[in-house]
Nanobody
Framework: QVRLVESGGGLVQVGGSLRLSCASSGRTFSAYAMGWFRQAPGKEREFVASISWSGDPTYYADSVKGRFTISRDNAKNTLFLQMTSLKFEDTAVYYC?????????????????WGQGTQVTVSS
């Protein structure tokens, strides 16, 4: 059974930083792409970042490019999202997603496994 567990969310001020983690179990983590999505209240879930099985390449939504960095530690079965220069509009529940493919993908339907989400709230 594949399990993805996010951690690291919380309350942060505008301009601050947070690092999200996602611990994976139940399958060969290093063989698959991973991604981060987010969902704000009243909005659809949207792509944030993705990373291939090897760690390169990576892709980002335009809204987070230059501020967020996705990475992975295949030895520890863990995915990360380093978020800097946070803005009000980054407030959302952030979901870790396990790909059904090995290449980095932005496509929702190419992710077959999801975590429970972690709340990120950016305040003044």
């Amino acid at each position: 059974q594949v399990r993805l567990v996010e951690s690291g969310g919380g309350l942060v001020q505008v301009g601050g930083s947070l690092r999200l983690s996602c611990a994976s179990s139940g399958r060969t983590f290093s063989a698959y792409a991973m991604g981060w999505f987010r969902q704000a209240p009243g909005k659809e879930r949207e792509f944030v970042a993705s990373i291939s099985w090897s760690g390169d390449p990576t892709y980002y939504a335009d809204s987070v490019k230059g501020r967020f960095t996705i990475s992975r530690d295949n030895a520890k079965n863990t995915l990360f999202l380093q978020m800097t220069s946070l803005k009000f509009e980054d407030t959302a529940v952030y979901y870790c997603a396990g790909g059904s493919v090995s290449w980095a993908t932005t496509k929702f339907h190419e992710y077959g496994y999801w975590g429970q989400g972690t709340q990120v709230t950016v305040s003044s």
